[in-house]
């Protein structure tokens, strides 16, 4: 059974950047995609970006200029940074396995987000002074 | 990109049928058949129902079931239990390597 667990710091100041870790066992972090998606208390899912096991990465389009992601598979690890927070980026931040499928158009083919099939317990993040 | 337009709420009694909608575009969930639901219980992580617009993973009982017309996907939730008491979230891959959610659904079962 796969398992994600999120870590990294439950509070960040205004400006500063966020950094949280996912840890993946129960099966390797090679060959997949894996995304982070956050949920502030009481609204609905946000997904902020994926990156693969290579450490190709897509972003959200409001959310590109300040998301990295890294991954290290030797620690069967991905990681993500948002920089310049505001109280706006709280939230509780949930990494996924992202299953991607191979779509083609009549120009070209690309591994295209299918679903998010395992889910860490999620980490609150909270941004104040 | 806007989210995709989900109801706040919907309910039923047990035994009885609900239907949840999640509308979209053709650049969203007209244009591709990867829409996925998912079922989130407060203070939980979010767990998958249905990808590919019909498919249910194993662990899912065949009282659920997805199905999509035009840019609207809906989840049906047949012989409503009390454990179906939850938030809904409805996922659509946009194109461009976007993914997006809809905003939710607060499922009471009466």
């Known amino acids: 059974q796969v398992q994600l667990q999120e870590s990294g710091p439950g509070l960040v100041k205004p400006s500063e950047t966020l950094s949280l870790t996912c840890t993946v066992s129960g099966d390797s972090i090679r060959s997949y995609y894996w995304s982070w998606i956050r949920q502030p208390a009481g609204k609905g899912l946000e997904w902020l970006g994926r990156?693969?096991?290579?450490?190709?990465?897509n972003f959200s389009p409001s959310l590109r200029s300040r998301v990295t992601m890294s991954v290290d598979t030797t620690k069967n690890q991905f990681s993500l940074r948002l920089s310049s927070v505001t109280a706006a980026d709280t939230a509780v931040y949930y990494c996924?396995?992202?299953?991607?499928?191979?779509?083609?158009?009549?120009?070209?083919?690309?591994?295209?987000?299918?679903?998010?099939?395992?889910w860490g317990q999620g980490s609150l993040v909270t941004v104040t002074s | 990109q806007s989210a995709l337009t989900q109801p706040p709420s919907a309910s039923g009694s047990p035994g009885q049928s609900v239907t949840i909608s999640c509308t979209g575009t053709?650049?969203?969930?007209?244009?591709?058949?990867?829409v996925s639901w998912y079922q989130q219980h407060p203070g939980k992580a979010p767990k998958l129902l249905i990808y590919e617009v019909t498919k249910r993973p194993s662990d899912v009982p065949n009282r659920i079931s997805g199905s999509k017309s035009g840019n609207t996907a809906s989840l049906t939730v047949s012989g409503l239990q009390a454990e179906d008491e939850a938030d809904y979230y409805c996922?659509?891959?946009?194109?461009?390597?976007?993914?997006?959610f809809g905003g939710g659904t607060k499922l009471t079962v009466l």
């Open positions: 053709s650049s969203d969930v007209g244009g591709y058949n990867y």
């Open positions: 996924a396995r992202d299953w991607a499928a191979s779509y083609c158009s009549s120009t070209s083919c690309v591994e295209a987000h299918d679903y998010f099939d395992y």
């Open positions: 990156i693969y096991s290579r450490g190709d990465t």
């Open positions: 996922s659509s891959y946009a194109g461009s390597n976007n993914v997006i």
